[in-house]
C-alpha cells in the first residue's frame, strides 16, 4: 500500500531561522511527488512537483529536493508570511493511479 | 482564467438529507478531482474522472456517495443520505491539483 508520512507533525520558527520539512514516502512505481501550501479556510495551492531522485526545484525562499525514499522543503530565512500548513503527495502506481497525500506539517513563524 | 469555482462554500444540513455539492472546472483541463479534507483523514482523494469518465473511485467511502461528470465543465459529488460523519470540506481540482478550488464546506448535524 502506497503511504506518505511527513515530520514534523509542526513546527515554530523564529523569522530568519532556516530550516526544513520532511516527506517520506513508500510508494510502488513513483510517478510525481508534490508539495502545497494550504492557508487556513483555503484549498491547497501547488508550489512544485518533483520526478526523479535528485532533482531540485526553488522558488523563493523554498526549495525541495527528492530522494529515492523522500524528500525535503527547505525554507531559508522565513518570514511569518511562510506561516501554513505544508502538504506533500505522490502519484504513484503502474498507470499513475494512486495518488495519495500526506497529513502536512504546520509551520508557524513568528516575527 | 477564473479558477476552478465550486458550490456552495458553506452548507449546513440535516443528517438524512441528500447534499449535492458543485464544480466547474478550468476550461481546456480533461481531468478532475474530488477530495475529501477532515483533522482526522487529512486529505482523501475520493474520484477522478479524465475526459469525464470516472477513472479511479476507489476513495469513494460508501455507495452513499456518488459523482458525475455530464460534460468538461461541470461535474457533482452527490451524497444521499448525508450523515454527520461526512461533514468536511469537500474540494475539486483540475489536473492533479493544480489547482484546487476553495471548497465546499459541509457541516452535516
Known amino acids: 500500500e502506497d503511504q506518505v508520512t511527513q515530520s514534523p507533525e509542526a513546527l515554530r520558527l523564529q523569522e530568519g531561522e532556516s530550516s526544513s520539512l520532511n516527506c517520506s514516502y513508500t510508494?510502488?512505481?513513483?510517478?510525481?511527488l508534490f508539495w502545497y501550501r494550504q492557508d487556513p479556510g483555503k484549498g491547497p495551492e501547488f508550489l512544485f512537483t518533483?520526478?526523479?531522485a535528485g532533482e531540485e526545484k526553488e522558488k523563493e525562499r523554498l526549495k525541495a529536493t527528492l530522494t529515492k525514499k523522500e524528500s525535503f522543503l527547505h525554507i531559508t530565512a522565513p518570514k511569518p508570511e511562510d506561516s501554513a500548513t505544508y502538504l506533500c503527495?505522490?502519484?504513484?502506481?503502474?498507470?499513475?493511479?494512486?495518488?495519495?497525500f500526506g497529513p502536512g506539517t504546520r509551520l508557524s513563524v513568528l516575527p | 482564467d477564473a479558477g476552478v469555482i465550486q458550490s456552495p462554500r458553506h452548507e449546513v444540513t440535516e443528517m438524512g438529507q441528500e447534499v449535492t455539492l458543485r464544480c466547474k472546472p478550468i476550461?481546456?483541463?480533461?481531468?478532475l478531482f474530488w477530495y475529501r479534507q477532515t483533522m482526522m483523514r487529512g486529505l482523501e482523494l475520493l474520484i477522478y474522472f479524465n475526459n469525464n469518465v470516472p477513472i479511479d473511485d476507489s476513495g469513494m467511502p460508501e455507495d452513499r456517495f456518488s459523482a458525475k461528470m455530464p460534460n468538461a465543465s461541470f461535474s457533482t459529488l452527490k451524497i444521499q443520505p448525508s450523515e454527520p460523519r461526512d461533514s468536511a470540506v469537500y474540494f475539486c481540482?483540475?489536473?492533479?491539483?493544480?489547482?484546487f478550488g476553495e471548497g465546499s464546506w459541509l457541516t452535516v448535524v
Open positions: 518533483l520526478y526523479s
Open positions: 476550461s481546456g483541463h480533461n481531468s
Open positions: 481540482a483540475s489536473s492533479f491539483g493544480r489547482p
Open positions: 510508494v510502488s512505481g513513483l510517478r510525481g
Open positions: 503527495a505522490v502519484q504513484a502506481g503502474n498507470y499513475g493511479q494512486n495518488f495519495v
